[in-house]
């Protein structure tokens, strides 16, 4: 069959060492030997950035990112007595919108157009008025366009207002730096997952939680699947309440392994920027010009505005032929713009190729 570079937003291209590891010999979840790799993979999640490794403790879930966020947001935001402040500009800001609103809980939504920041000013002043918000929630890397947030700024308004908040971090965990992980102690929690800058396979997601928040037992959740109260539980020795995807945690391990043993996050952080940092200005030197300023984006995903002369099915069919798997916009950007991710087991040669479609591309 094929192969394909991935250069979509997840799931990534697979090293060999993490493809192999789904030849594990098969194993059964209610078994020691399994818990034991449950709990060496919590260990090493919590460990990726290592300001993390004391305060927060790793529930791992078997299902997408999405899976993770909304195990997050039902566990710990309450349905009455509080609302919720989500902070949106892009798809996934506004699916945790949607995804209070199925549960019934209270929100207020501050969506910014999506080539833009985050209304912070706004959010200043809903705020310092009076109001019922206990938790705010935002996307760390905004998948929709590639945007970083300021996450360090919504913290500091969290600090100055006495709110907590719940992040997003499925596309930027183990590939973007976390400076907004500061002693304010707002950040309660993270959700994210093993196949995006990870390079796990999809089938394991996981929120890292504050581990004094955990130990209170106290859930929110009206959905007994995504409680994330009984996994952390069950989880300390190393079980879950339900089958975990077992092949898919051998491939979590070996990417997790493969992270560290290349550096850990700072490494994995330069790679990406070296490698976004050229797709970015190779591809705006053929006259592929970039949505956003390039200093808005994150190191692993650009969008770039398709040019008059072509559709983006013409680019996606040309890249598809030579190889590459690029990705559409989403929400009324479908025609308008493709993204190009660069997580994954990426060589350099196939930036050069990349490249070289590209300017064929550029000649038509
Ligand atoms: C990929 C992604 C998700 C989760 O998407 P799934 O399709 O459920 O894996 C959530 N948030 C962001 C920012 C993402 O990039």
């Not at 890397?141 to 997003?168: H, I, M, S």
């Not at 879950?240 to 077992?246: L, M, N």
Request: charged letters at 25%; aromatic letters at 10%.
């Amino acid at each position: 069959m094929r192969s394909h570079i991935l250069l979509n937003p997840g799931p990534v291209t697979l090293s060999n060492k993490v493809r192999q590891a789904l030849l594990t010999p098969d194993m059964c979840h209610r078994e020691n030997n399994f818990a034991q790799m449950a709990q060496r993979i919590q260990n090493k999640i919590e460990n990726v950035y290592h300001e993390m490794a004391d305060k927060y403790k790793a529930v791992l879930l078997t299902g997408s990112g999405t899976s993770a966020v909304e195990a997050m947001l039902s566990t710990f935001i309450e349905k009455e007595n509080s609302s919720t402040l989500i902070l949106a500009n892009g798809v996934y800001g506004e699916r945790m919108a949607s995804i209070l609103e199925r549960q019934g809980k209270k929100t207020c939504v501050l969506s910014s157009d999506w080539s833009d920041e985050i209304q912070f000013e706004e959010a200043e002043k809903l705020l310092s008025g009076e109001n019922d918000i206990l938790y705010i929630v935002t996307v760390h890397n905004e998948t929709t366009t590639g945007r970083l947030n300021d996450v360090k700024r919504v913290t500091e308004l969290c600090k100055k207002y006495n709110k907590f908040l719940l992040v997003d971090a499925v596309s930027s965990f183990g590939g973007e730096l976390f400076d907004f992980l500061d002693e304010y102690g707002t950040v309660k929690a993270v959700a994210a997952t093993a196949n995006k800058c990870l390079h796990g396979t999809p089938g394991v997601s996981f929120v890292l939680a504050e581990m004094e928040l955990l130990e209170l037992g106290k859930s929110n959740s009206m959905s007994l699947y995504l409680d994330l109260i009984p996994y952390y539980q069950a989880q300390k020795k190393g079980f879950s309440p339900f089958t975990q995807a077992v092949h898919n945690y051998f491939a979590l391990e070996a990417a997790l392994d493969e992270l560290e043993e290349s550096g850990g996050i700072k490494a994995r952080h330069e790679r990406y920027k070296e490698l976004s940092e050229r797709i970015q200005s190779e591809l705006n030197n053929l006259g592929f010009y970039t949505y956003l300023r390039t200093d808005d984006y994150s190191s692993m995903i650009t969008s770039f505005n398709v040019p008059d002369y072509l559709t983006y099915e013409e680019i996606h069919e040309t890249c598809y032929e030579a190889g590459f798997i690029i990705y559409a916009g989403q929400g009324g950007f479908e025609g308008s713009m493709f993204r190009i991710a660069n997580m994954g087991n990426i060589q350099n040669k196939d930036v050069d190729r990349l490249i070289n479609v590209f300017q064929k591309l550029s000649q038509k």
